[in-house]
């Protein structure tokens, strides 16, 4: 298979690294929910030498993101493990092995309604206080699309079957433990949310 690859990845990798080099300072072990084609991880890993790096996502996407991964490798960038919202429970290697941070990209919109409660619950229960959750992708505020691009991605997702965009106040609602210390508006109309566990 050829190898995968993601613009809006190579677009929005550094504005988004520039956050988490403030926000993932103390961080030692960073799990990334839904790699997609493995940029990020790569990419980041490189730039967050301080820190390990593990990968996950559907088993379907392991080939693609496994191509990243060989191509760009660091030490501290892990192979992706499976991870399934609402089939897998936390990864068993990262229970033994605690992560003290988590990533996700684009992920929120794509999964089911049902779905983004369980991850919040599994994320929440799963880091230490203090634990940091980093969260990107485009989201709704105050019942208001941020643009009218925004508008046409949420019905061309629901269309296909997705979620769609979340509004943030409704994710602070349905989330128990966690805290919204910061809101940053990051380039093409998206947002990156950071979480503590309290």
């Known amino acids: 298979m050829s190898k995968p690859f993601s613009q809006a990845c190579e677009n929005n990798k550094q504005p988004i690294l520039d956050k988490l080099l403030v926000h993932f300072r103390q961080a030692s072990r960073v799990l990334e929910i839904g790699s997609g084609t493995g940029q990020h991880a790569v990419f980041f890993a490189k730039n967050l030498p301080h820190l390990q790096w593990h990968c996950s996502d559907m088993p379907a996407n392991h080939a693609g993101i496994n191509q990243w991964l060989a191509d760009y490798p660091s030490a501290n960038l892990h192979a992706p493990v499976p991870f399934t919202i609402g ?57 208001d699309y941020t643009s009218d691009s925004n508008r046409d991605f949420n019905q061309y997702l629901i269309s296909q079957g997705c979620g769609g965009l979340w509004d943030i106040a409704d994710l602070q609602v349905l989330v128990s433990g966690l805290d919204l210390l910061h809101q940053y508006a990051l380039p093409a109309n998206n947002k990156l949310l950071i979480w503590q566990k309290c």
């Open 87 to 143: 089939q897998d429970s936390w990864p068993l290697e990262l229970v033994v092995d605690k992560v003290d941070a988590v990533f996700s990209a684009n992920t929120t919109h794509i999964m089911q309604r049902s779905e983004v409660p369980i991850m919040f619950d599994l994320i929440q229960k799963n880091l230490p206080e203090g634990g940091i959750f980093c969260q990107y992708g485009p989201f709704n505020v105050n019942g």
